[in-house]
Protein backbone atom coordinates (compact mmCIF):
# COMPACT_ATOMS: atom_id res chain seq x y z
CA UNK A 1 0.00 0.00 0.00
CA UNK A 2 2.97 2.42 0.84
CA UNK A 3 4.49 1.51 -2.26
CA UNK A 4 0.94 2.28 -3.93
CA UNK A 5 0.85 5.67 -2.65
CA UNK A 6 4.68 6.66 -3.15
CA UNK A 7 4.04 6.00 -6.63
CA UNK A 8 0.86 7.61 -7.33
CA UNK A 9 1.11 10.96 -5.52
CA UNK A 10 4.48 12.03 -8.04
CA UNK A 11 2.39 10.86 -10.70
CA UNK A 12 -0.74 12.76 -9.55
CA UNK A 13 1.01 15.87 -8.88
CA UNK A 14 2.74 15.92 -12.47
CA UNK A 15 -1.07 15.47 -13.97
CA UNK A 16 -1.47 18.08 -12.02
CA UNK A 17 0.99 20.35 -13.18
CA UNK A 18 0.63 19.89 -16.73
CA UNK A 19 -3.20 20.33 -17.07
CA UNK A 20 -2.72 23.51 -15.20
CA UNK A 21 0.34 24.54 -17.36
CA UNK A 22 -1.57 23.27 -20.64
CA UNK A 23 -5.15 25.43 -19.59
CA UNK A 24 -3.15 28.88 -18.83
CA UNK A 25 -1.09 28.46 -22.06
CA UNK A 26 -4.40 27.16 -24.50
CA UNK A 27 -6.42 30.06 -22.87
CA UNK A 28 -3.56 32.64 -23.90
CA UNK A 29 -3.48 30.92 -27.16
CA UNK A 30 -7.15 30.11 -27.73
CA UNK A 31 -8.87 33.24 -26.10
CA UNK A 32 -7.82 35.70 -28.85
CA UNK A 33 -8.96 33.46 -31.64
CA UNK A 34 -12.22 32.81 -30.42
CA UNK A 35 -12.92 36.57 -29.91
CA UNK A 36 -11.45 37.11 -33.58
CA UNK A 37 -13.92 34.42 -34.66
CA UNK A 38 -16.96 35.86 -33.65
CA UNK A 39 -16.23 39.55 -34.33
CA UNK A 40 -14.61 38.91 -38.08
CA UNK A 41 -17.77 36.69 -38.62
CA UNK A 42 -20.68 37.81 -41.14
CA UNK A 43 -22.57 40.66 -39.26
CA UNK A 44 -20.35 40.83 -36.34
CA UNK A 45 -18.73 44.02 -35.10
CA UNK A 46 -15.82 43.94 -36.81
CA UNK A 47 -17.16 42.17 -40.25
CA UNK A 48 -13.65 40.44 -41.99
CA UNK A 49 -15.00 37.55 -44.15
CA UNK A 50 -11.53 36.68 -45.72
CA UNK A 51 -10.03 36.58 -42.04
CA UNK A 52 -12.53 35.19 -40.55
CA UNK A 53 -12.30 32.10 -43.32
CA UNK A 54 -8.65 31.47 -42.82
CA UNK A 55 -8.90 31.32 -39.18
CA UNK A 56 -11.69 29.17 -39.06
CA UNK A 57 -9.68 26.80 -41.70
CA UNK A 58 -6.37 26.88 -39.53
CA UNK A 59 -8.40 25.70 -36.21
CA UNK A 60 -10.25 23.17 -37.45
CA UNK A 61 -7.21 22.24 -39.50
CA UNK A 62 -5.39 21.77 -36.27
CA UNK A 63 -8.68 20.44 -34.53
CA UNK A 64 -8.19 17.51 -36.87
CA UNK A 65 -4.75 16.12 -35.99
CA UNK A 66 -4.98 13.23 -33.17
CA UNK A 67 -3.38 14.15 -30.42
CA UNK A 68 -0.70 11.46 -29.92
CA UNK A 69 0.50 12.28 -34.17
CA UNK A 70 0.44 16.16 -33.03
CA UNK A 71 2.93 15.55 -29.70
CA UNK A 72 5.29 13.55 -31.91
CA UNK A 73 4.99 16.59 -34.62
CA UNK A 74 5.70 19.10 -32.03
CA UNK A 75 8.82 17.37 -30.53
CA UNK A 76 11.00 19.55 -32.18
CA UNK A 77 9.46 22.88 -30.60
CA UNK A 78 9.30 21.35 -27.26
CA UNK A 79 12.91 20.66 -27.90
CA UNK A 80 13.10 24.41 -28.94
CA UNK A 81 11.54 25.55 -26.00
CA UNK A 82 12.09 23.49 -22.64
CA UNK A 83 15.38 21.69 -23.97
CA UNK A 84 13.74 18.05 -24.34
CA UNK A 85 11.10 16.87 -26.12
CA UNK A 86 10.14 13.89 -23.22
CA UNK A 87 9.00 14.40 -20.09
CA UNK A 88 5.79 16.45 -18.12
CA UNK A 89 7.58 20.10 -18.65
CA UNK A 90 8.11 18.89 -22.72
CA UNK A 91 4.19 17.65 -22.73
CA UNK A 92 2.93 20.94 -21.86
CA UNK A 93 3.80 22.37 -25.02
CA UNK A 94 1.80 20.00 -27.38
CA UNK A 95 -1.28 19.87 -24.75
CA UNK A 96 -1.44 23.63 -24.83
CA UNK A 97 -1.27 23.52 -28.77
CA UNK A 98 -3.46 21.05 -29.24
CA UNK A 99 -6.05 22.61 -26.97
CA UNK A 100 -5.98 26.26 -28.09
CA UNK A 101 -8.12 25.65 -31.38
CA UNK A 102 -10.73 23.84 -29.12
CA UNK A 103 -10.48 26.53 -27.18
CA UNK A 104 -11.24 28.90 -29.48
CA UNK A 105 -14.15 27.18 -30.88
CA UNK A 106 -15.46 27.32 -27.25
CA UNK A 107 -15.33 31.09 -26.60
CA UNK A 108 -16.73 31.64 -30.25
CA UNK A 109 -19.94 29.19 -29.74
CA UNK A 110 -20.43 30.74 -26.04
CA UNK A 111 -20.29 34.57 -27.57
CA UNK A 112 -22.59 33.67 -30.00
CA UNK A 113 -25.08 32.73 -27.30
CA UNK A 114 -25.23 36.43 -25.97
CA UNK A 115 -28.17 38.58 -27.27
CA UNK A 116 -27.97 40.36 -30.73
CA UNK A 117 -30.01 42.62 -28.78
CA UNK A 118 -27.49 43.66 -26.08
CA UNK A 119 -25.05 44.20 -28.82
CA UNK A 120 -27.06 46.46 -30.54
CA UNK A 121 -27.56 48.59 -27.97
CA UNK A 122 -24.41 49.07 -27.09
CA UNK A 123 -23.61 50.17 -29.89
CA UNK A 124 -25.98 52.52 -30.42
CA UNK A 125 -24.84 53.89 -26.96
CA UNK A 126 -21.22 54.10 -29.11
CA UNK A 127 -19.58 51.53 -27.25
CA UNK A 128 -16.18 50.47 -29.23
CA UNK A 129 -15.24 47.04 -30.08
CA UNK A 130 -12.75 46.48 -27.41
CA UNK A 131 -16.10 47.97 -24.63
CA UNK A 132 -18.53 45.72 -26.44
CA UNK A 133 -16.00 42.98 -26.15
CA UNK A 134 -15.01 43.27 -22.42
CA UNK A 135 -17.89 45.08 -21.19
CA UNK A 136 -21.03 42.92 -22.92
CA UNK A 137 -19.66 39.77 -24.05
CA UNK A 138 -17.55 38.07 -21.66
CA UNK A 139 -19.59 39.24 -18.78
CA UNK A 140 -22.86 38.12 -20.66
CA UNK A 141 -21.23 34.91 -21.84
CA UNK A 142 -19.32 34.25 -18.11
CA UNK A 143 -21.30 31.13 -17.19
CA UNK A 144 -20.86 29.29 -20.46
CA UNK A 145 -17.06 30.44 -20.97
CA UNK A 146 -16.84 28.86 -17.04
CA UNK A 147 -18.41 25.76 -18.16
CA UNK A 148 -16.60 25.75 -21.67
CA UNK A 149 -13.20 25.91 -19.68
CA UNK A 150 -14.06 23.11 -17.65
CA UNK A 151 -14.72 21.25 -20.66
CA UNK A 152 -11.00 21.81 -21.65
CA UNK A 153 -9.78 20.90 -18.48
CA UNK A 154 -11.35 17.18 -18.15
CA UNK A 155 -10.21 16.82 -21.87
CA UNK A 156 -6.76 18.25 -20.86
CA UNK A 157 -6.77 15.37 -18.09
CA UNK A 158 -7.82 12.75 -20.84
CA UNK A 159 -4.64 14.28 -23.41
CA UNK A 160 -2.17 14.36 -20.46
CA UNK A 161 -2.97 10.21 -20.07
CA UNK A 162 -2.34 9.76 -23.13
CA UNK A 163 0.93 12.01 -23.49
CA UNK A 164 1.95 9.32 -20.81
CA UNK A 165 2.10 7.04 -23.52
CA UNK A 166 5.33 8.94 -25.32
CA UNK A 167 6.95 9.48 -21.80
CA UNK A 168 5.16 12.67 -21.08
CA UNK A 169 5.13 11.33 -17.29
CA UNK A 170 1.78 11.59 -14.92
CA UNK A 171 -0.93 9.13 -14.27
CA UNK A 172 -1.55 7.68 -18.22
CA UNK A 173 2.65 6.92 -18.27
CA UNK A 174 2.42 5.25 -14.39
CA UNK A 175 -0.77 2.97 -15.60
CA UNK A 176 1.20 2.00 -19.03
CA UNK A 177 4.58 1.72 -17.23
CA UNK A 178 2.97 -0.39 -14.43
CA UNK A 179 -0.20 -1.65 -15.35
CA UNK A 180 0.75 -2.53 -19.14
CA UNK A 181 4.35 -3.37 -19.23
CA UNK A 182 4.94 -4.98 -15.82
CA UNK A 183 1.29 -6.65 -14.94
CA UNK A 184 0.69 -4.52 -12.06
CA UNK A 185 -2.99 -4.58 -12.61
CA UNK A 186 -3.36 -3.20 -9.21
CA UNK A 187 -1.68 0.13 -10.11
CA UNK A 188 -3.41 0.58 -13.30
CA UNK A 189 -6.64 0.02 -12.02
CA UNK A 190 -5.42 3.02 -9.09
CA UNK A 191 -4.50 5.46 -11.37
CA UNK A 192 -7.69 4.93 -13.58
CA UNK A 193 -9.78 5.56 -10.53
CA UNK A 194 -7.38 8.77 -9.83
CA UNK A 195 -8.23 9.78 -13.13
CA UNK A 196 -11.83 9.48 -13.05
CA UNK A 197 -12.06 11.20 -9.78
CA UNK A 198 -9.86 14.58 -10.84
CA UNK A 199 -12.78 14.53 -13.88
CA UNK A 200 -15.38 14.36 -11.75
CA UNK A 201 -14.19 16.47 -9.18
CA UNK A 202 -13.41 19.56 -12.07
CA UNK A 203 -16.66 19.21 -13.94
CA UNK A 204 -18.36 19.31 -10.41
CA UNK A 205 -16.01 22.47 -9.41
CA UNK A 206 -17.29 24.22 -12.70
CA UNK A 207 -20.62 23.36 -12.79
CA UNK A 208 -20.83 25.11 -9.08
CA UNK A 209 -19.01 28.14 -10.21
CA UNK A 210 -21.00 28.41 -13.35
CA UNK A 211 -24.28 28.15 -11.17
CA UNK A 212 -23.50 30.80 -8.52
CA UNK A 213 -22.38 33.37 -11.72
CA UNK A 214 -26.00 32.81 -12.96
CA UNK A 215 -27.47 33.15 -9.37
CA UNK A 216 -25.76 36.08 -8.79
CA UNK A 217 -27.58 38.27 -11.97
Known amino acids: MDNLIELLFPSLWETIYMVTASTIFALILGFPLGILLVVT ?49 ASIIPLAIAAAPFVARIIESSFKEVDSGVIETALAMGATIPQIIFKVLIPEALPSLVLGITLTIINLIGYSAMAGAIGGGGLGDLAIRYGLYRFETGVMIASVIIIILLVQGVQAIGNKIALNISKKR
Open 41 to 89: EKNGIWEKPILNSILGTIINVCRSFPFIILMILVFPLSRILVGTSIGTT
